[in-house]
Each structure stands twice: as structure tokens, then as C-alpha cells.
């Protein structure tokens, strides 16, 4: 397994945001996903900086500012440059949204 930094910019349409950008550190298997356990990253959208916990094995996104979990597929994902993967309301809640990041570097520690 190795350990990588990867940054992710939010999309909508064709465009990617610098300035609403997610970090993770992660353990990555040989396939290029995400090893099960839980891994850690931060959400800055302008100067606001958010810390969350990704369970990687249930798909779920759990936020230290927020009461709830969220979707996410970056479990799902091969992590690579321009890979893509969504956030989103959990299955069953209301309202839906879902926002969607663009891996923009991916750093691998030795």
C-alpha cells in the first residue's frame, strides 16, 4: 500500500475551482482505489477550512462541522489525475444535491 496526498477541485460544467478544493491522504491499494479503513482531508471553499473522515468501506463522508454523514464515491475511484467523484445527501434523505470534484495532483509519499 502507499500513502498519497491528492487535491480536488470542484466542477460544474467544464470549469474546476481552485478555491473550493478538497485534500486527502490516503492509503491506496495496487489497483489505484482506496484501501478500506478510514482516511482523513479538508475541505478550504475560499478561507473556510473544514476537516472530514472518509469510511471508505461504506462510502460515507463525515464532516467535523456538520450533524451528518454524506454520500461519496471516491471510495469507488481509481485516484489519478482527472479522475472524478461526487458528495452528495445520503441515500433516503431530502433534499438530493450532489457536487462534484476533479482530482487535480496526486503527491505519493516514500
Not at 57 to 62: R, V
Request: glycine content about 8%; charged content about 20%.
Amino acid at each position: 500500500m502507499q500513502i498519497v496526498r491528492f487535491l480536488a477541485d470542484y466542477c460544474e460544467g467544464d470549469e474546476a475551482y481552485a478555491n473550493h478544493r478538497i485534500t486527502m491522504i490516503v492509503g491506496i491499494e495496487p489497483t489505484g482505489a482506496i484501501a478500506p479503513g478510514e482516511w482523513v482531508g479538508y475541505l478550504k471553499a475560499n478561507k473556510a477550512v473544514t476537516p472530514f473522515v472518509v469510511d471508505a468501506e461504506n462510502g460515507f463522508l463525515t464532516a467535523s462541522d456538520f450533524a451528518s454523514s454524506f454520500s461519496t464515491t471516491v471510495a469507488k475511484r481509481v485516484i489519478r489525475v482527472g479522475e472524478m467523484f461526487s458528495i452528495g445527501a445520503m441515500p433516503g434523505e431530502s433534499p438530493k444535491w450532489e457536487s462534484v470534484y476533479q482530482i487535480k495532483s496526486v503527491h505519493v509519499y516514500s
